[in-house]
């Protein structure tokens, strides 16, 4: 497998702008990540999905930010519009629990894509 | 927040010298990882500790875990210039929360 996969890697856009990443997790993995990583606030949980189904969006700083998840294998993530304090990289990640109730298994990563917002 | 707490924040250290990195959290949890995260790469898992393990190791890693304390210690030994990296420990639930991190520097 490729591993997780996201898209953009890189992405710059001005103020105001509709920004969309995307991730494609690994095969047959059950549970889906987005994180967001900058240096004053370290990696910051922003929801997580269960079979494609959103469990948990607490983290989701406003309500300019929407993910979704159409199906098993593709994600986005969506700010609409962009601020300059967005900036930051977002990382996506995957893991597999199946039947085991509480998410207790090893994520996968994505490279990340760096967002920056002028 | 579960959230996991990484100390000390940066550690820099001559290569062939052992580096030790403490984790702290403040509820329950049924295990606890550790992750590496190399500069502009995603993180990538080292070592999974269960709550009813105290010690695990897994080449020159060495993971240690009081929940009594709800504590967490990673230990490499004999490092090396390639394990520059940022190091994460992260507590699970049904969601995953990591610390801000110990960015080690290993010098040649």
């Known amino acids: 497998d490729a591993g997780v996969i996201q898209s953009p890697r890189h992405e710059v856009t001005e103020m105001g702008q509709e920004v969309t990443l995307r991730c494609k997790p690994i095969?047959?993995?059950?549970?889906l990540f987005w994180y967001r990583q900058t240096m004053m606030r370290g990696l910051e949980l922003l929801i997580y999905?269960?079979?494609?189904?959103?469990?948990?969006d607490s983290g989701m700083p406003e309500d300019r930010f929407s993910a979704k998840m159409p199906n098993a294998s593709f994600s986005t993530l969506k700010i609409q519009p962009s601020e300059p304090r967005d900036s930051a990289v977002y990382f996506c990640?995957?893991?597999?629990?199946?039947?085991?109730?509480?998410?207790?298994?090893?994520?996968?990563f994505g490279e990340g894509s760096r967002l920056t917002v002028l | 927040s579960q959230q996991g707490e990484e100390d000390p924040q940066a550690l820099s250290i001559q290569e062939g010298e052992n580096a030790t990195m403490n984790c702290s959290y403040k509820?329950?949890?049924?295990?606890l990882q550790w992750y590496r995260q190399n500069s502009g790469r995603g993180l990538v898992h080292l070592i999974l500790?269960?709550?009813?393990?105290r010690e695990k190791h897994s080449g020159r890693l060495r993971v240690t875990l009081d929940t009594s304390k709800k504590s967490s210690s990673l230990l490499i030994t004999a490092s090396r210039a390639a394990d520059t990296a940022s190091y994460f420990c992260?507590?699970?639930?049904?969601?995953?929360?990591f610390g801000t991190g110990t960015s080690l520097t290993v010098i040649p």
């Open positions: 990640a995957s893991s597999f629990q199946g039947q085991k109730g509480a998410n207790t298994g090893e994520l996968f």
């Open positions: 095969s047959g993995h059950d549970y």
């Open positions: 999905f269960n079979n494609n189904v959103p469990i948990d």
């Open positions: 509820t329950s949890i049924n295990n």
């Open positions: 500790i269960r709550s009813n393990e």
């Open positions: 992260a507590t699970d639930g049904n969601q995953f929360y």
